[in-house]
């Protein structure tokens, strides 16, 4: 592959602490582009006012170079596809919308789970309330895509074919939600789009959201980028790595006094990248010879670093 052709992206959102769970989805997405000869892009998913915080960017940036991390263009460092702050990025957002066929919607969350007998936590499938018009024209109205019909199927690279259809098993999704945030779906959409991504590779957890990105990209005419979904860190219970399994976050390595290069070992351990006899590398020097297709994921005790942090 020509070095130009890639252009990969690292898009965390600055609503907590990078876990070890988002460093090893960025070594990795670092990895394939460095592997390719490619370039990173770093973008701060910001669109949620509510929960982004700049302290909070700041800190995940120290903490990705800390790792030995670097990306070409991104808010700290500048570049030609900018700005890179969805929270900047907004006039892009309505300029997408207004070429999309959408209605508004006044439905609550809640609302939506009671008609639908959803469990918590769980997105029902929206089945058109408002699709005539907002029931409710007097509360704050949410925007929604007129999804059209049809199977999509995207070729992962990790996953293999995903097969769903959108308008049936998810519906007419959110572009914009009530409280006037872009959502996700949308951002990710134009971003990807207006910074020449030509792949991306994120966590598993978003696997499901990418056939309505795919239709999106189809429907505004832009191209769809090569996907990899990583598997996520699982704790001993098969649950998402969390601070509640022993597992401190990568601020808490970097102040606690870790060598980043024990970080990177254990992360590369965790994913059959290196001998389990390997307790120190750099992140550079897995590049050599790096190829997606041969992450195997292994278990590890990620309760080692909380000791690494002291020694
Ligand atoms: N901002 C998303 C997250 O932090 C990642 C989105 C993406 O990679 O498409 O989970």
């Given at each position: 592959m020509p070095a130009s052709i890639y252009r990969g992206r690292y898009a965390p959102s600055p609503t907590g602490r990078l876990h070890l769970g988002n460093a090893r989805t960025a070594l990795l997405a670092w990895l394939d582009a460095r592997a390719a000869g490619g370039a990173l892009v770093m973008r701060i998913e910001d669109v949620d006012h509510q929960r982004s915080r700049a302290d909070l960017e700041a800190r995940l940036l120290t903490d990705l170079r800390w790792l030995g991390l670097d990306w070409?263009?991104?808010?700290?460092?500048?570049?030609?596809?900018?700005?890179?702050?969805q929270s900047e990025r907004e006039d892009h957002y309505a300029a997408a919308l207004t070429r999309l066929e959408t209605y508004q919607c006044s439905c609550s969350r809640r609302e939506l789970r009671e008609e639908a007998h959803a469990a918590d936590g769980e997105e029902p499938v929206y089945r058109?309330?408002?699709?005539?018009?907002?029931?409710?024209?007097e509360r704050p109205l949410a925007i929604r895509w007129r999804t059209p019909p049809g199977v999509v199927t995207v070729d992962d690279r990790l996953c293999g074919p995903q097969v769903q259809d959108v308008a049936h098993e998810?519906?007419?999704?959110?572009?914009?939600?009530?409280?006037?945030a872009w959502a996700y779906q949308l951002a990710v959409v134009v971003d990807d789009a207006e910074m020449a991504i030509t792949d991306v590779v994120r966590g598993a957890d978003l696997l499901l959201s990418t056939p309505r990105q795919v239709l999106l990209q189809r429907a505004l005419g832009w191209p769809t980028p090569r996907y990899a979904h990583v598997p996520l860190i699982l704790g001993p219970d098969g649950a998402?790595?969390?601070?509640?399994?022993?597992a401190p976050d990568l601020s808490a390595l970097r102040e606690g006094g870790a060598r980043p290069e024990r970080v990177v070992a254990l992360l590369a351990r965790s994913l059959g990248?290196?001998?389990?006899?390997?307790?120190v590398i750099a992140a550079?020097?897995?590049?050599?010879?790096?190829?997606?297709?041969r992450i195997r994921p292994v278990a590890v005790d990620w309760r080692v670093l909380a000791d690494a942090a002291r020694s």
């Open positions: 070409d263009e991104g808010p700290d460092v500048g570049g030609s596809f900018g700005p890179y702050r058109g309330t408002c699709r005539e018009g907002p029931h409710h024209p998810v519906g007419d999704f959110l572009l914009r939600r009530r409280d006037q998402k790595l969390s601070k509640r399994h022993g990248l290196v001998d389990a006899r390997v307790e550079r020097d897995l590049i050599a010879g790096f190829e997606l297709a």
